[in-house]
């Protein structure tokens, strides 16, 4: 599936990266793996399923307090 092009602005080139390889859809638009939002804020990209990974993680943590 073609998800665009990157919308992140570069403010010292003065334009769109609109980079096309490996873009994928983010809450401010489509973005390349250099321009995510993750990646901007200096982060690790979390991961696709982190909702999924707290659930499991809080479920180990109640076994181990109840031991
Ligand atoms: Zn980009």
Known sequence: ???GRCSHW???A???CHQTDHVRPYLQGPRCPVHTPAALAG??????TP???VVIDLAAERRR???
């Not at 982060?43 to 696709?48: H, R, V």
Request: no cysteine.
């Open 1 to 3: 599936m073609n998800e």
């Open 10 to 12: 570069n403010g010292t």
């Open 14 to 16: 003065g334009r769109y």
């Open 43 to 48: 982060l690790p990209e979390p991961d696709s």
């Open 51 to 53: 909702l999924g990974a």
């Open 65 to 67: 307090r109840r031991s």
